[in-house]
């Protein structure tokens, strides 16, 4: 027997009814395709103005604006079709998944496949090929993850592995060897156009650099403090998403930009569940789960008050969100439990 069981609702003890789960996950174009209406309006408006302040200084943080809302959604988006649970229509998803993948900056297949690999095995040392960073967490760990640079160094190497067809172990165990080739192919087309985009200013053309580059920079930190409360502080190696999984109260400015990922327990209870329905889950599911932690903002607050009294050899109890209970110490060394897996 396996030493493991694939983390989901059976192994977090959460039931639905299949036909309610059914009606609930049922899938559409619309949502989706209405999604990326508003997403293209929202980037106009901001991307005007950066139009309207170039020259000045205003222009940068009219950047940071813009980068926001260009990298959580593209974040958000680019998860979902890797799930296939955007739109109905295959051609669809699989479109929309190259193009948000190529702004979020990594392969799509690779995405798709260590992703699943994380749902799989969700929080599990030595098996979750999705987990950014050491735990527990200290304030230095904290820094490299939000500024983002932990990241771009593992999708840049992941991009070089790719293009070169340097494979990985971790790929070879999550993807099918069919796929590695298109892994490849879609590696060598996107590091391309990175390289057009890096020679663009050297001929004149600096648009790119207005509104990709800097933004996409600026906004990055952004859509990792929307990342890193999916599963800080929280149980590693449970099988039950209940204990490594936090869901969180955010406004409708954050729900629209992360598409309700923050009801992330429910989420990962039922993958399947569009981002459109998982409002209708969580509703319907509400009585079996914790309460969600306190809003974007004070979750995340309370994150760096405990790396940063974790650095200092003090206590680390939070005042309020979910922490698993190895994660609560009256202070001293900190020992180290896994290594980031990306």
Do not use: C
Request: charged content about 15%; aromatic content about 12%; overall charge positive.
């Amino acid at each position: 027997m396996p030493d493991y069981v694939p983390t989901n609702a059976a192994s977090s003890n959460v039931t639905l009814a299949k036909k309610e789960l059914k009606a609930i996950a049922a899938r559409s174009d619309r949502p989706g395709l209405i999604y990326l209406g508003q997403w293209g309006v929202a980037l106009a408006l901001t991307g005007a103005l950066i139009w309207a302040s170039m020259g000045t200084l205003w222009v940068w943080p009219a950047m940071f604006v813009y980068g926001i809302v260009l990298s959580v959604p593209a974040y958000a988006m680019s998860h979902e079709t890797a799930h296939g649970t955007a739109f109905r229509s295959r051609w669809l998803n699989e479109t929309v998944l190259w193009i948000t993948s190529l702004i979020y900056m990594e392969e799509p297949l690779h995405r798709r496949f260590t992703h699943t690999n994380h749902h799989t095995h969700t929080w599990h040392v030595g098996k979750d090929s999705q987990m950014p960073f050491d735990t527990p967490m200290d304030l230095r760990g904290w820094v490299a993850e939000i500024t983002g640079f932990a990241l771009l160094r593992f999708h840049v190497m992941a991009f070089l592995q790719l293009a070169t067809r340097h494979y990985t172990d971790t790929i070879r165990m999550v993807a099918p060897d069919s796929e590695l080739p298109k892994m490849t192919r879609n590696a060598r087309i996107m590091l391309a156009i990175y390289a057009l985009i890096a020679a663009a200013p050297f001929v004149g053309i600096w648009w790119p650099v207005w509104f990709f580059v800097l933004p996409r920079i600026l906004g990055a930190p952004v859509m990792l403090l929307f990342t890193l409360i999916q599963h800080v502080e929280l149980q590693e190696n449970s099988p039950s998403i209940l204990e490594s999984t936090r869901s969180f109260r955010t406004t409708w400015l954050g729900r629209f930009l992360y598409m309700n990922m923050n009801n992330h327990i429910e989420h990962h209870l039922y993958p399947q569940v569009p981002f459109h329905a998982l409002p209708v889950l969580a509703e319907a599911i509400e009585d079996q789960l914790p309460q969600p932690d306190p809003g974007f903002l004070r979750t995340n607050y309370e994150v760096i008050y405990v790396t940063a009294r974790r650095s200092l050899g003090l206590s680390t109890k939070a005042p309020s969100i979910r922490q698993a209970p190895h994660m609560i110490t009256d202070g001293g060394p900190v020992r180290r439990i896994a290594e980031r897996s990306m």
